[in-house]
């Protein structure tokens, strides 16, 4: 799920930001739950307070940092989504912010 999220987020980043966007955010809550799932922590019926809740109190302590500014940076583009809120510099900041944790959160977890 993770891998088609962030492909389909990539491809989308210069015709439609706001479905780029939501589909960077879908495959960051996709990363964090693949991480969970290695672990053995059931990842049904997520919502956002247990996406939060599940990288302050469960994440390797040496991951952690990096799994907070992925969740966090990536919440702008969802909230983006819905509120179009972000002009395209702003936007391809954040976008940009958000591929580049990834592959460092992707590196830290041998993903």
């Known amino acids: 799920m993770f891998g088609r999220y962030y492909r389909e987020a990539l491809r989308l980043v210069d015709e439609d930001a706001r479905q780029a966007g939501e589909k960077m955010w879908g495959a960051v809550t996709a990363l964090v739950k693949l ?60 976008f940009n912010d958000v591929s580049r944790l990834i592959e460092e959160v992707k590196r830290a977890i041998g993903v």
């Open 35 to 94: 991480h969970a799932a290695r672990r053995g922590v059931p990842v049904v019926r997520w919502d956002h307070g247990k996406l939060y809740s599940y990288v302050v109190n469960d994440v390797e302590e040496e991951h952690r940092e990096p799994f907070k500014r992925l969740l966090a940076t990536a919440d702008v583009l969802h909230r983006h989504f819905y509120e179009n809120h972000l002009d395209r510099n702003a936007f391809k900041s954040y």
